[in-house]
């Protein structure tokens, strides 16, 4: 099976330095699923061309360790599918995790990229690949399910690499090895970064993790603490309907909010705007005000927020604003309400007063609500590996106790009294898988 990477950014010869393989040599390297060979058909600084072919053994692929395959003869060795992506993770492991000493600016820059793939199942191609920026051209190869693909765009190689290993075998709709929990992490760490926001992150999840119930949800789960995206419903092929940790978090969210007579709400860290869809929906909250660092996500929660559809009745009732939640903003203050859903784990240690002084001091609403999840609970995650975060992008993760040492502490210095909500399914011994704390202004406030 072949697969060929061109570009033409200037030179094009660089391409040979963010993979880390030369450009003036062929070479072979013996992976899991066959001999992978690497070479470049074309190299100048105008155009480079980088090809990947593997030789697959077929009678040692059935008889190899963990095989599913039965029959030698099959279409394993030659379409692009699970064999492929094996190859790719190991032959460019490192240009996969976007490191280049020479290059470390060029590995993080998009740069014009061309990648074909002669022999793979197209049928939901453009569906899947067009939403992270590439333009998809198919040849079809008669009446069979297999195309000769191409993908365009101007697209970090690190990212091309990662969407080329969770696709390829997704197009396919199978692997030809037993997928376990471990698979798991491969996809999350793969997808770090775009599948989260993927319109079709339940289908791509199904379909790479074999349809395998329990890992697809625990793998939706732990995507869903991805703040700046819509944390969803599992789709119609998981069967059994399963109201997400997520969904229930908001729930008792709004639930708290409601709870409190709150009609001026900030939802601090609002991310895409999971929370505030939700909120908008509630006429009792007049004035609605998302706050985020990242102007990406803004954007982002504006298209999900339809804001540009909406009437003006309810576009009056929605404010966005870009802003640092670790520096003071008095244009915050005056609030009823603040949230702080899923945020406090992604701010640095050192920085958490900072957050304090700007939160409970200079914008002081009358009551502050503060979610995050109990690290306790995560032993009850069977695919994920013991002390290892719900999130590669979180700094820490409490116990209930660290959680309660902290909020009683920020209760006692700010004025506020706190109260502590369990939110998911409550284990007798690890508690629930999130913590909310519930601040409110003292009476003499």
Not at 56 to 78: C, E, M
Not at 133 to 158: C, F, I, N, P
Not at 287 to 297: N, Y
Request: aromatic share 6%.
């Amino acid at each position: 099976m072949l697969l060929t990477m061109t570009t033409t950014h200037r030179p094009a010869t660089d391409l040979g330095h963010l993979l880390h393989k030369h450009p003036d040599r062929a070479q072979s390297f013996t992976t899991s699923s066959g001999v992978a060979h690497v070479f470049y058909p074309k190299a100048t600084d105008e155009e480079c061309t980088v090809a990947l072919l593997l030789e697959v053994d077929p009678i040692a692929l059935v008889r190899g360790p963990g095989s599913t395959l039965t029959q030698y003869v099959n279409d394993r060795p030659y379409a692009a599918g699970s064999l492929l992506t094996v190859a790719l993770g190991s032959v460019f492991r490192t240009a996969m995790n976007g490191r280049s000493e020479s290059y470390p600016e060029l590995a993080q820059t998009p740069i014009p990229l061309v990648i074909r793939v002669p022999a793979l199942p197209h049928k939901l191609a453009e569906r899947l690949f067009t939403p992270l920026g590439w333009t998809v051209e198919v040849t079809e190869h008669g009446d069979s399910r297999y195309g000769d693909v191409t993908l365009s765009g101007a697209v970090k190689l690190s990212d091309a690499l990662k969407h080329l290993y969770v696709l390829l075998p997704v197009l396919d709709g199978g692997k030809h090895y037993w997928v376990a929990a471990d698979e798991v992490d491969k996809l999350l760490r793969a997808g770090d970064g775009w599948l989260a926001s993927h319109p079709d992150k339940e289908l791509i999840t199904t379909r790479y993790l074999a349809r395998k119930r329990p890992l697809v949800l625990s793998a939706l789960e732990r995507l869903a603490e991805v703040d700046e995206v819509e944390p969803e419903e599992l789709d119609n092929a998981l069967a059994e309907p399963k109201i997400s940790l997520a969904t229930q978090r908001k729930e008792a969210v709004i639930k708290a909010l409601k709870g409190a007579r709150a009609k001026r709400v900030l939802d601090l860290g609002c991310g895409g705007g999971a929370l505030l869809r939700e909120l908008v929906k509630e006429p009792e909250f007049t004035e609605i005000h998302g706050v985020d660092v990242s102007a990406k996500a803004l954007q982002e929660a504006a298209r999900k927020l339809h804001l540009d559809r909406m009437s003006d009745r309810l576009r009056e009732r929605i404010t966005l604003r870009q802003s640092a939640l670790t520096y003071a903003d008095a244009e915050l203050a005056g609030y009823d309400a603040a949230v702080l859903m899923e945020v406090v784990e992604h701010v640095d240690p050192s920085r958490l007063p900072a957050l304090e002084h700007s939160v409970f001091v200079v914008a002081r609403p009358a009551t502050v609500l503060v979610t995050t999840p109990n690290v306790e609970y995560n032993a009850l995650f069977e695919t994920l590996p013991a002390g290892q975060m719900r999130h590669s992008d979180h700094r820490f993760e409490w116990t209930r106790a660290e959680f309660a040492q902290w909020a009683d502490g920020v209760a006692s210095r700010r004025g506020y009294r706190v109260e502590y909500v369990g939110i998911g399914p409550e284990d007798l011994e690890r508690g629930a898988p999130t913590q909310m704390a519930v601040f409110s202004l003292g009476d003499e406030n």
